[in-house]
Every structure is written in structure tokens, then in C-alpha cells.
């Protein structure tokens, strides 16, 4: 017996998921109501230049009251393919285009209450776009760059909370082995 | 100036959790409403064999209807510690108590639309207890054991859809420094 839904309750529509509460019965038999977050998936860039540099965005996250580092990467519109929205988001956010784009798979962001999927491309060859388009978003964004062992350093530091999000740093683990050096 | 909250709406309460909607006043002067997970913190545990292997849950996701591998972890009850929590759910989940821990740090997990914080602990000198908690949950939970190769061929196989969530990725990249083999 598997898992079946009984009942499914919208109770918002926000601008890139909804969510909705929905009542099932477990294979056990028993009932239960589970809240998540429904969202369409989105894409995300490891973006690293010539010199091995990576190209991460600095912007406030409403929810956590910081700034944090993260790997440009945007929700897919309707009907929209991985590989349009980052190529768009890259520019947007970063100012730059890729001209190399490998796909490295793809991963359940938080799958205890979102059924958002993130996929993960590799950017390579790189250029800075002399008119950068407008960026969509509400607030300022700012590019930084960093090293690998930068990154690496920040990830296994043990310093307390991470300025890195768990997306980043799980785009960056699936790019790790495709470098040439380890970051 | 700063971020400012102009009116916060509580949609609904889950169980580990509640959905809110904020309208803010960015630094810009514009208004804007968010959504979000409001949530107050988790932890995950890294458990780690003393032959090197890595103990993970295999459990039912309902938001992605699959099956998923996750390092153990679970919500922090109210005004607990996350140390008390981890020490929990390991032995909920796994029926496995630690003797040897290590705060390796905290991420947010989906700073999108989402507070939650884990905290992150290195579990080893592990111990089979002969009569493991009862689980909380309403789902079977099945251990499952990896080495550190297997779970990082995983990750970095460029196979699609990642059967390993984000949050057990970071964690592991946290970890890794930490052991005398890296994964």
C-alpha cells in the first residue's frame, strides 16, 4: 500500500511557490497533515573563472536577517528549461555569460517541507558582459569572488553559522570532482 | 537603512514549523511582501562507524513522493539544545548512541523561504543499543550504511536527481576535513 492523498489545501500563492497543506494516508493506514512548499524547481551555477576563481552573489535573505554567499541561481519559470533560466540568472545576478555549461545533476533542496529541485550546472569560460542586463530582483546584488581553498576554508572552518547556504555548498561538492584542481 | 517589517501574517501553523508572509520596506524605499518558513532550528548528525562507515535514514519524503537518504536529523523542540536533540533523534532513528561528539558548525538550509538553522555534529564511537527508543514518527525508517567512496561517488556521479539530500551533503562536506580519511 502506498501513499495516498486524501485532501490537498491551498492556503497561498506566493510570487514562486504555494503552500499547501495535504492530508494522507500512510501505508501503515494512519492519517496524517503535511504542510510543504510547492515549487517548480530552479537552477544554479558554479561559476568559475580562467584562474580557477568562483563567482558568488552576496544578498539579504529576508527570512535569516543576513546577508549571505551564495552560487547565482533563480526559479524556472512556466514551461521554462534548466538551462534558459540559469544562463538568464547567471547574467542577471553576476554580470556574466558562460560560453561552457556542463550539467552535473540535480538535488532536493529541503525535501522535509519544499519539493523544490535544484539543478547544477558548471560554468566555464566566462565573460564579463559590457551592458549587464537589468537585474529582476528587488534588491542590490553584489558579486564576489573567491578561491576554492577560500570556500573550502569557509565550509570546514568550524567557525559557527556558515555565510554559505546548503545549496552552495552542495552545487560546489557535485563540481568538486569535475575540476582540474580540487577546490 | 535598514530592512524593516511593516506587518507580519500567520498563515498557518504546522507541526515543526509555521508559514508566514511579511511585508517589508527595503533599503530602496520599496515595499514588498515575502513569504516564509518560519522555523526554530534543527539538528543533523554525521555518524561515523569506527571501521569508516557512514550511518544514514532512508525514509519517505512526502513533498518529493520518494524515498530519500538523509543523514539523521530532526526539529528542536522548544528551548532545547541542539545537542540534546541530535543525541535524541540518533537513536530514534537509527538506534545508535554516540559517545563521541563535535560541533562542526550550522547553515541555513533555504534561506530563500525558509529561518531553519541545523547545526551540525560529527557522531562517533558509536554504539548498537540492544533496545533502541521507540520512533516518533509516523513512517518506517529504514538504517542504511555507506562508505565515505560510495556516498561521494553518489554525489559527484553526475547521475540526475540526487537520492542524498542537500542538507547531508553540506554536512558531510563539513565533516570532511574532520576525518582521518577524507570522504
Redesign the interface.
Known sequence: MS?HILRTIL??H????S?K??E?R?P?G?R?E?????HDGAAIAVPVTATGEFILVKQ???????Y?L?FPAGTMDEGEQPYHTIDRELAEETGYRAHRWD????????????????HVYLARELEKLSVPPAQDS???IEVVSLSGSEL?TM????????T????S??A???A???LPTAP
Chains 1, 2 share one sequence.
Open positions: 501513499h492556503y497561498h506566493a510570487r514562486k511557490f503552500y497543506v495535504e494522507l500512510l501503515n494512519a496524517g503535511y504542510a510543504y512548499i510547492h539579504y535573505r529576508f527570512p535569516t536577517h543576513k549571505l551564495e550539467y552535473l545533476g540535480a538535488f532536493y533542496i529541503c525535501p522535509g517541507y519544499s519539493s523544490e529541485i535544484l528587488d534588491e542590490e573550502k565550509i570546514t572552518a568550524r567557525k559557527g553559522l556558515l554559505i547556504d546548503a545549496k555548498v552542495t560546489l561538492y557535485m568538486e570532482a569535475f
